[in-house]
């Protein structure tokens, strides 16, 4: 990989502007920045719920998100360059109906919560559906492939079956929404 990253303070980005990987130069508050941006932090919520207990198999496919992540930011750094594939979206794909098999159907809607490891693919989730909200964004100002956004859609409803799971794991189970919660109180 060489010497990619010697110097980290290049203050080239003082004026507000931030270099992509094809050499051009971008306003830090471009749309095409704010996913970038979103995608990277994905990426860290997603390391920070791989510090917690999780199942092995679960662990590794959750690594492997990581990479592909850094792939998608690689493809959005670079206009018209092309990273994500049918195959991750397929893998995605896969995973999710693998753990929503072991799942009970949902007769009601769930509360982000449960064990701290649920709630924090919870969180990854909702981290995830605002970087699918700033590609398509950046779609509508230039066109992009359409596997980016399917990838993030895909991945955020993994990760709302993956908190499911991770409740089960921990000896829990789904923190319901109450619909008569204080109607009573009135």
């Known amino acids: 990989?060489?010497?990619?990253?010697?110097?980290?303070?290049?203050?080239?980005?003082?004026?507000?502007?931030?270099?992509l990987g094809d050499g051009t130069r971008t306003g830090k508050d471009s749309v095409r920045i704010q996913a970038m941006g979103d995608v990277d932090e994905l990426n860290s919520q997603l390391g920070l719920l791989l510090c917690e207990d999780l199942p092995p198999s679960l662990r590794e496919e959750l690594l492997l998100v990581q990479h592909d992540l850094f792939d998608l930011g690689g493809e959005l750094c670079i206009p018209g360059y092309r990273l994500v594939t049918d195959e991750h979206v397929a893998q995605l794909d896969a995973w999710l109906?693998?753990?929503?098999?072991?799942?009970?159907?949902?007769?009601?809607?769930?509360?982000?919560?449960?064990?701290?490891?649920?709630?924090?693919?919870?969180?990854?989730?909702?981290?995830?559906?605002?970087?699918?909200?700033?590609?398509?964004?950046?779609?509508?100002?230039?066109?992009?492939?359409?596997?980016?956004?399917?990838?993030?859609?895909?991945?955020?409803?993994?990760?709302?079956?993956?908190?499911?799971?991770?409740?089960?794991?921990?000896?829990?189970?789904?923190?319901?929404?109450?619909?008569?919660?204080?109607?009573?109180?009135?």
């Open 1 to 19: 990989m060489g010497n990619r990253l010697s110097k980290i303070a290049t203050r080239t980005g003082d004026d507000g502007s931030t270099g």
């Open 97 to 186: 109906e693998k753990y929503n098999a072991t799942l009970p159907p949902l007769k009601e809607f769930i509360l982000p919560g449960g064990s701290r490891a649920a709630a924090l693919a919870h969180v990854c989730r909702t981290v995830c559906r605002r970087a699918e909200r700033s590609v398509v964004a950046l779609d509508r100002a230039e066109t992009l492939e359409a596997r980016p956004r399917q990838y993030l859609n895909r991945l955020s409803d993994l990760l709302f079956v993956l908190a499911r799971v991770l409740n089960r794991h921990a000896g829990g189970t789904d923190v319901l929404w109450q619909r008569q919660r204080g109607d009573d109180q009135a």
